[in-house]
C-alpha cells in the first residue's frame, strides 16, 4: 500500500480509511506495545490512539504505508508513514490548488522516533511535498519519558502553524528563475538524488532532465514550477538515459521511483529547503527563518 491513494484524492472522493483497512495497509499502526528487542526505558506510542484522538477533532488517515520487515517478528511494530487531512470543510480545490496535510511517521521497534511533519499536496499532482520550516517544525518524539504529553503538545503546534507554508505557491511563483539559477537548482537536486556519501554522481542522467516538465501547465521559469518539476522528477522516477557498463558496452537507464518512508522524507525535506533558499538569494523572506 502507498501513502499515494485513491482514497486521499481531491476531487470530492476523498475519505478516511477504516480502521479493518488500516490493519491491512499498516498493521504496525496498531502496536500499543514495544517490540521485544527494546530495554525497559523504551516507551511505546501507539499510533493507532493517536488517529482516535485526532478524529475527535475532525481529522481523518487517508493514506498509509508500512515499511517491509525483514524480520518477521517486527511486521506489527514496524516503521509507518500515514496522511492525515480534515475532511470536514467544504472548500472546493481546482487543478493546481495546494492544500496543507499532516504526515506521521512512527515506529515501536526502534528504527523511527514518532515525527509529525507538516504536508503540502498540489491538485492533480502525484507531489506530496513534505515541509521542515521553523514556523511548523516536524515535531519528534523520542520513545522515553513522557511520550503522551509531548505528542499531544506537538500535534497541536504543528496543526497552529501549518499554514505558514501555504505561502509558498503565491511568493515563490512570483520569483523568476534565470537559465543559471535553474541550472544550479537541477544540478543541486541531481546530487541529492543520484549522489553517493562523497557527493559523487555515476549516473547517465543529467541535471538538466530534472526540469523537464511532465504536463502543460507546469511549464515555465519561476521558482514554484521549478521546485514542483524537479521534485516529480526526483521521486516518481521514469528519467532514461544512456550509459556504460563496467565492461564498456552501452546500457540502458530508467530511473525508478522513491518508495521507501525515509528517503521519500528527506529527499523532499532537501528540495523544500534548497527551493526556500533559493527564494532567500533572489530577495524574498525565507519561509524558514
Request: with cysteine; net charge neutral; aromatic share 6%.
Amino acid at each position: 500500500m502507498t501513502i499515494y491513494t485513491n482514497t486521499a484524492r481531491f476531487d470530492g472522493t476523498a475519505r478516511a480509511l477504516t480502521e479493518d483497512e488500516l490493519r491491512s495497509f499498516a498493521p504496525s499502526v496498531f502496536a500499543i506495545d514495544k517490540h521485544e528487542s527494546r530495554s525497559d526505558r523504551f516507551r511505546p506510542i501507539p499510533t493507532i490512539e493517536i488517529i482516535r484522538g485526532l478524529a475527535k477533532e475532525g481529522f481523518s488517515v487517508v493514506g498509509a504505508q508500512q515499511s517491509n520487515a525483514r524480520d518477521a517478528s517486527r511486521v506489527n511494530h514496524t516503521k509507518h508513514m500515514l496522511r492525515i487531512r480534515k475532511l470536514d470543510d467544504d472548500r472546493v480545490n481546482s487543478v493546481g490548488d495546494v492544500v496543507s496535510e499532516m504526515i506521521l511517521k512512527n515506529a515501536n521497534d526502534g528504527t523511527s522516533v514518532y515525527d509529525l511533519m507538516a504536508g503540502l499536496f498540489r491538485v492533480r499532482c502525484a507531489n506530496s511535498l513534505v515541509v521542515q520550516v521553523s514556523t511548523i517544525d516536524s515535531v519528534k518524539v523520542r520513545h522515553s519519558g513522557d511520550v503522551m504529553t509531548k505528542v499531544i503538545e506537538g500535534t497541536y503546534s504543528v496543526i497552529n502553524g501549518a499554514c505558514a507554508a501555504l505561502e509558498a505557491p503565491a511568493l515563490w511563483g512570483r520569483i523568476e528563475l534565470d537559465r543559471d539559477e535553474r541550472r544550479i537548482f537541477a544540478e543541486a537536486a541531481h546530487v541529492m538524488r543520484f549522489g553517493d556519501e562523497d557527493g559523487e554522481v555515476h549516473t547517465p542522467i543529467q541535471p538538466h532532465q530534472l526540469l523537464s516538465a511532465r504536463r502543460v501547465d507546469d511549464m515555465g521559469h519561476d521558482l514554484w514550477k521549478t521546485f514542483n518539476v524537479a521534485q516529480e522528477n526526483v521521486i516518481r522516477g521514469g528519467l532514461q538515459g544512456v550509459g556504460r557498463d563496467a565492461n564498456n558496452r552501452t546500457r540502458r537507464v530508467t530511473t525508478r521511483s522513491v518508495n521507501g518512508i525515509d528517503q521519500t522524507v528527506k529527499l523532499n525535506k532537501a528540495l523544500w529547503l534548497l527551493a526556500d533558499k533559493m527564494a532567500e538569494l533572489k530577495g524574498e523572506k525565507s519561509l524558514a527563518a
